[in-house]
């Protein structure tokens, strides 16, 4: 079993910036870890759906993004460390929500939330305006 950890949340001003980490912890050794294929990246706001922002192959080659953060956040990920990283610029009061990290075992990449097997706790992030 994959687990994942998010950190780097926290409550900062608007037009700032914040670097959220996911890493996998546990048996990373295991086979379950070998089958994650690409990560990705999904918030969500009180009262709201839990909604896509980001997904990474595996290898890192094919990023996709969904146009409210296209240009404003970043997604990597650094196999040899079992992480994946989503950089966030300009924070907007909009952007408060819980961060989550979801995995899958799927080859093709999914905007979807029930295409991942894996996901964090999630970690909270605060715009203030």
């Known amino acids: 079993q994959v687990q994942l950890v998010e950190s780097g949340g926290g409550l900062v001003q608007a037009g700032d910036s914040l670097r959220l980490v996911c890493a996998a912890s546990?048996?990373?050794?295991?086979?379950?870890?070998?089958?994650?294929?690409?990560m990705g990246w999904f918030r969500q706001a009180p009262g709201k759906e839990r909604e896509f922002l980001a997904s990474i192959s595996r290898f890192g080659g094919v990023t996709a993004y969904q146009d409210s953060v296209k240009g404003r956040f970043t997604i990597s990920r650094d196999n040899a460390k079992n992480a994946a990283y989503l950089q966030m610029n300009g924070l907007k009061p909009e952007d408060t929500a819980v961060y989550y990290c979801?995995?899958?075992?799927?080859?093709?990449?999914?905007?979807?939330?029930?295409?991942?097997?894996?996901w964090g706790q999630g970690t909270q992030v605060t715009v203030s305006s």
């Open positions: 546990g048996r990373t050794s295991s086979y379950d870890i070998m089958e994650v294929r690409h």
């Open positions: 979801a995995a899958s075992k799927l080859a093709l990449m999914s905007r979807t939330a029930s295409s991942y097997n894996y």
